[in-house]
């Protein structure tokens, strides 16, 4: 199946600082998502790009659809101590599945 | 309100049963999917269904079986054929390209 790199695999950063996460494959995704996952719950989706070059933002956060088709990365800035959580990116390939990245541990530190 | 609900949230099977896990959403989702997630990993696909009585195996079917007698519902058994089912399930369902909305998850655990 399609394989999808993400980095770093956990993160220990001060409150108040910038986080930068991403994910690249070998395949080309049609639709990158990114998305939260809080200890014991199902994953909340974070931020959704449907085109190449596309660079959206929810807040304090922001991700971009690489130009290739085969990249994202989502920032977070000014980060808070409920950023603390799991990040995973996935991609949508053909036949509407989406494959994930194996995650980001992120710990925000007062 | 509108959601997916999956149900128990802590599941214990002894070795050799088999256990259902449910899935339901009343959010009208064409597409429903399984996915197995196991410490430090990602999430792998088990089973999905794009339309009532349908359904397509994933990465790890092995030792899963699935049903789509309703659109509503797409429950998950583990039969004793999966060897190693000690994990956290998702159920996840989708209208539009890549809105995957999740459950809650279920934890199994073998006794």
């Known amino acids: 199946g399609q394989q999808l790199n993400q980095s770093p695999q956990s993160m220990f950063i001060q409150e108040g600082e910038d986080v930068s996460m991403n994910c690249t494959s070998s395949?080309?995704?049609?639709?990158w998502l990114w998305y939260k996952q809080d200890p014991g719950e199902g994953p909340v989706l974070l931020i959704a790009l449907y085109k190449a070059g596309e660079l959206t933002s929810n807040g304090r956060l922001t991700a971009q659809f690489g130009i290739t088709r085969k990249d994202s990365f989502l920032n977070i800035s000014a980060s808070i101590p409920s950023d603390v959580g799991i990040y995973f990116c996935a991609g949508e390939g053909s036949a509407r599945q989406l494959t994930f990245g194996s995650g980001t541990q992120l710990t925000v530190l007062p | 309100d509108g959601g997916i609900t999956q149900s128990p949230k802590y599941l214990f099977r002894k070795e050799g049963q088999n256990v259902t896990l449910s899935c339901e959403q009343n959010l009208n989702h064409d597409a429903m999917y399984w996915y197995r997630q196991d410490p430090g990993q990602g999430l792998r696909l088990i089973y999905y269904s794009q339309i009532v009585n349908d359904f397509q195996k994933g990465d790890i079917a092995e030792g899963y079986s699935v049903s789509r007698e309703k659109k509503e519902s797409f429950p998950l058994t583990v039969t004793s054929a999966q060897k190693n089912p000690t994990a956290f399930y998702l159920c996840?369902?989708?209208?539009?390209?890549?809105?995957?909305?999740f459950g809650q998850g279920t934890r199994l655990t073998v006794v």
């Open positions: 395949s080309i995704f049609n639709t």
């Open positions: 996840a369902s989708s209208l539009q390209q890549g809105w995957a909305f």
